[in-house]
Protein backbone atom coordinates (compact mmCIF):
# COMPACT_ATOMS: atom_id res chain seq x y z
CA UNK A 1 0.00 0.00 0.00
CA UNK A 2 1.06 3.16 -0.85
CA UNK A 3 2.38 5.82 1.52
CA UNK A 4 -0.54 7.58 3.07
CA UNK A 5 -1.87 10.27 5.96
CA UNK A 6 -4.55 9.81 7.76
CA UNK A 7 -6.94 11.84 10.42
CA UNK A 8 -9.78 9.40 11.39
CA UNK A 9 -11.90 9.04 14.17
CA UNK A 10 -13.63 6.20 14.93
CA UNK A 11 -14.78 4.36 18.62
CA UNK A 12 -13.65 0.72 18.58
CA UNK A 13 -14.43 -1.46 21.08
CA UNK A 14 -12.52 -4.41 22.15
CA UNK A 15 -11.62 -6.52 25.43
CA UNK A 16 -8.43 -6.22 26.98
CA UNK A 17 -8.04 -8.75 29.81
CA UNK A 18 -10.16 -8.07 32.36
CA UNK A 19 -13.25 -5.20 31.94
CA UNK A 20 -11.01 -2.15 31.28
CA UNK A 21 -12.34 1.19 30.69
CA UNK A 22 -10.10 3.55 28.02
CA UNK A 23 -10.83 5.70 25.55
CA UNK A 24 -8.92 7.71 22.92
CA UNK A 25 -7.96 10.58 21.02
CA UNK A 26 -7.80 12.11 17.51
CA UNK A 27 -4.04 10.92 15.54
CA UNK A 28 -2.71 11.71 12.94
CA UNK A 29 -0.61 9.08 11.37
CA UNK A 30 1.84 7.76 8.97
CA UNK A 31 2.33 4.32 7.79
CA UNK A 32 4.01 2.83 4.90
CA UNK A 33 2.56 -0.49 4.99
CA UNK A 34 -0.97 -0.01 7.29
CA UNK A 35 -3.38 2.44 7.48
CA UNK A 36 -4.16 3.16 11.32
CA UNK A 37 -7.58 3.37 12.95
CA UNK A 38 -7.64 6.00 15.72
CA UNK A 39 -10.18 5.51 18.78
CA UNK A 40 -12.03 8.63 20.07
CA UNK A 41 -14.93 9.79 22.71
CA UNK A 42 -15.52 11.52 25.39
CA UNK A 43 -16.58 8.88 27.85
CA UNK A 44 -15.45 5.80 28.82
CA UNK A 45 -15.79 2.42 26.98
CA UNK A 46 -14.76 -1.36 27.67
CA UNK A 47 -11.71 -0.95 25.12
CA UNK A 48 -10.19 0.95 22.04
CA UNK A 49 -7.79 0.21 20.44
CA UNK A 50 -5.51 1.41 17.18
CA UNK A 51 -5.50 -1.77 14.90
CA UNK A 52 -3.31 -2.17 11.19
CA UNK A 53 -5.46 -2.41 8.37
CA UNK A 54 -2.27 -4.91 6.57
CA UNK A 55 1.12 -5.65 6.47
CA UNK A 56 2.97 -6.47 9.42
CA UNK A 57 1.21 -5.68 12.84
CA UNK A 58 1.43 -2.93 14.66
CA UNK A 59 1.21 -2.46 18.62
CA UNK A 60 -2.19 -1.19 20.04
CA UNK A 61 -1.72 1.91 21.40
CA UNK A 62 -3.75 3.98 23.53
CA UNK A 63 -3.20 7.52 22.46
CA UNK A 64 -2.88 11.09 25.06
CA UNK A 65 -4.80 9.30 27.82
CA UNK A 66 -5.39 10.73 31.20
CA UNK A 67 -4.96 8.62 34.55
CA UNK A 68 -7.48 10.18 37.47
CA UNK A 69 -7.73 9.30 41.16
CA UNK A 70 -11.24 8.25 41.45
CA UNK A 71 -11.25 10.67 44.80
CA UNK A 72 -12.47 10.23 48.22
CA UNK A 73 -16.08 9.68 46.79
CA UNK A 74 -14.96 7.52 43.97
CA UNK A 75 -17.13 9.41 41.95
CA UNK A 76 -15.70 11.20 38.91
CA UNK A 77 -16.10 15.03 38.78
CA UNK A 78 -14.27 18.21 37.34
CA UNK A 79 -12.33 17.97 41.47
CA UNK A 80 -10.23 14.90 40.26
CA UNK A 81 -6.61 15.08 40.34
CA UNK A 82 -4.56 13.12 37.86
CA UNK A 83 -1.15 11.34 37.30
CA UNK A 84 1.20 14.05 36.54
CA UNK A 85 5.22 14.50 35.79
CA UNK A 86 6.27 17.42 38.20
CA UNK A 87 7.45 20.47 36.52
CA UNK A 88 7.21 18.69 32.78
CA UNK A 89 10.67 17.40 33.55
CA UNK A 90 12.44 15.15 30.71
CA UNK A 91 14.48 13.78 33.24
CA UNK A 92 15.64 10.11 34.35
CA UNK A 93 13.44 9.71 37.90
CA UNK A 94 11.61 12.69 37.26
CA UNK A 95 8.88 12.92 39.82
CA UNK A 96 5.59 11.83 39.43
CA UNK A 97 2.86 13.23 41.39
CA UNK A 98 -1.09 14.01 41.55
CA UNK A 99 -1.88 17.16 40.63
CA UNK A 100 -5.21 18.98 39.35
CA UNK A 101 -6.31 18.66 35.75
CA UNK A 102 -4.95 20.75 33.18
CA UNK A 103 -6.81 21.45 29.69
CA UNK A 104 -5.08 24.70 29.29
CA UNK A 105 -1.18 25.40 28.28
CA UNK A 106 1.64 22.46 28.03
CA UNK A 107 -0.55 19.76 28.99
CA UNK A 108 1.16 16.96 28.31
CA UNK A 109 3.19 16.26 30.76
CA UNK A 110 -0.36 15.16 31.91
CA UNK A 111 -0.98 12.75 29.47
CA UNK A 112 0.15 9.07 28.76
CA UNK A 113 0.21 6.64 25.88
CA UNK A 114 -0.12 3.03 26.77
CA UNK A 115 1.67 0.75 24.85
CA UNK A 116 0.67 -2.83 24.47
CA UNK A 117 3.28 -5.41 25.12
CA UNK A 118 0.87 -8.40 24.84
CA UNK A 119 0.03 -10.97 27.68
CA UNK A 120 -2.02 -8.07 29.11
CA UNK A 121 1.13 -6.02 29.95
CA UNK A 122 1.79 -2.74 28.62
CA UNK A 123 4.56 0.26 29.17
CA UNK A 124 2.99 3.68 29.90
CA UNK A 125 4.69 6.46 28.21
CA UNK A 126 4.36 9.73 29.12
CA UNK A 127 3.71 12.19 26.06
CA UNK A 128 5.97 15.03 27.34
CA UNK A 129 8.96 13.44 27.99
CA UNK A 130 8.73 10.06 25.93
CA UNK A 131 9.58 8.04 29.29
CA UNK A 132 8.18 5.25 30.67
CA UNK A 133 6.25 5.02 34.31
CA UNK A 134 8.95 3.47 36.36
CA UNK A 135 8.68 1.61 39.16
CA UNK A 136 11.54 2.24 41.58
CA UNK A 137 14.06 -0.95 42.42
CA UNK A 138 15.90 1.23 45.14
CA UNK A 139 15.06 -1.21 47.71
CA UNK A 140 13.74 -3.89 45.32
CA UNK A 141 9.97 -4.86 45.33
CA UNK A 142 8.69 -3.46 48.76
CA UNK A 143 5.51 -1.66 49.72
CA UNK A 144 6.14 2.13 49.41
CA UNK A 145 8.48 2.00 46.36
CA UNK A 146 8.57 5.19 44.29
CA UNK A 147 7.07 5.58 40.54
CA UNK A 148 8.96 7.76 38.61
CA UNK A 149 9.63 8.05 35.03
CA UNK A 150 12.23 7.01 33.21
CA UNK A 151 14.01 6.03 29.54
CA UNK A 152 11.46 3.03 28.32
CA UNK A 153 14.20 0.29 27.51
CA UNK A 154 13.97 -2.35 24.80
CA UNK A 155 14.32 -4.91 26.68
CA UNK A 156 10.81 -3.81 28.38
CA UNK A 157 11.95 -4.89 32.24
CA UNK A 158 9.44 -5.41 34.90
CA UNK A 159 9.53 -2.24 36.60
CA UNK A 160 8.75 -0.46 33.51
CA UNK A 161 5.70 -3.08 32.72
CA UNK A 162 1.73 -2.61 34.42
CA UNK A 163 -1.12 -4.64 33.65
CA UNK A 164 -4.62 -3.38 34.59
CA UNK A 165 -7.13 -5.33 36.65
CA UNK A 166 -10.94 -4.18 37.24
CA UNK A 167 -11.73 -7.18 39.55
CA UNK A 168 -14.19 -6.25 41.50
CA UNK A 169 -14.22 -2.29 40.99
CA UNK A 170 -16.79 -1.86 38.09
CA UNK A 171 -15.70 0.40 35.42
CA UNK A 172 -12.06 1.64 37.98
CA UNK A 173 -8.94 -0.09 37.69
CA UNK A 174 -5.85 -1.18 39.52
CA UNK A 175 -3.03 -0.57 37.74
CA UNK A 176 -0.15 -3.15 38.85
CA UNK A 177 3.31 -3.51 38.74
CA UNK A 178 4.34 -6.43 36.52
CA UNK A 179 7.29 -6.48 38.65
CA UNK A 180 6.27 -7.49 42.33
CA UNK A 181 2.12 -7.04 41.67
CA UNK A 182 1.70 -4.33 43.17
CA UNK A 183 -0.41 -1.37 42.92
CA UNK A 184 0.12 2.30 41.82
CA UNK A 185 -1.05 4.11 45.00
CA UNK A 186 -2.13 8.22 46.47
CA UNK A 187 0.58 7.51 49.45
CA UNK A 188 -1.07 8.21 52.66
CA UNK A 189 -4.71 8.72 50.55
CA UNK A 190 -3.67 12.65 50.47
CA UNK A 191 -6.05 14.29 48.50
CA UNK A 192 -4.07 16.69 47.55
CA UNK A 193 -1.54 18.61 44.50
CA UNK A 194 1.80 17.15 44.73
CA UNK A 195 0.49 13.64 46.34
CA UNK A 196 3.13 11.38 46.37
CA UNK A 197 2.50 8.07 43.65
CA UNK A 198 3.70 5.24 44.59
CA UNK A 199 3.35 0.87 44.94
CA UNK A 200 1.17 -0.51 47.60
CA UNK A 201 0.51 -4.19 48.31
CA UNK A 202 -3.67 -4.11 46.44
CA UNK A 203 -6.78 -4.10 48.49
CA UNK A 204 -10.31 -3.73 47.84
CA UNK A 205 -11.43 -0.78 49.55
CA UNK A 206 -8.84 2.00 49.06
CA UNK A 207 -9.88 4.72 46.85
CA UNK A 208 -6.46 5.80 46.69
CA UNK A 209 -5.64 2.48 44.56
CA UNK A 210 -8.45 2.90 41.67
CA UNK A 211 -8.54 4.94 38.70
CA UNK A 212 -10.15 6.24 35.68
CA UNK A 213 -8.29 6.33 32.32
CA UNK A 214 -10.10 8.65 30.51
CA UNK A 215 -9.39 11.17 27.00
CA UNK A 216 -8.22 14.35 27.91
Known sequence: MSLTRTVRWRLAVATIGTALAVVGAMLP???ASA???????RRMVDAASIQPTGGSPLPLILIRLVIRTVGPNGVPDGADRVVDVAGWSTANRGRVHM????ITGNVENQRWNFVDLGGGLYQIVNNNSGKCLDKSMDFGNVDGELVYQYSCFANHPANQLWWLDSGGLGSRIRI???A???CLDIRNKVDADDAT???W???SVGWNQAWWITSP
Open 29 to 31: TTA
Open 35 to 41: QTVATQS
Open 99 to 102: WAYR
Open 176 to 178: RSA
Open 180 to 182: DNR
Open 197 to 199: VQV
Open 201 to 203: GCN
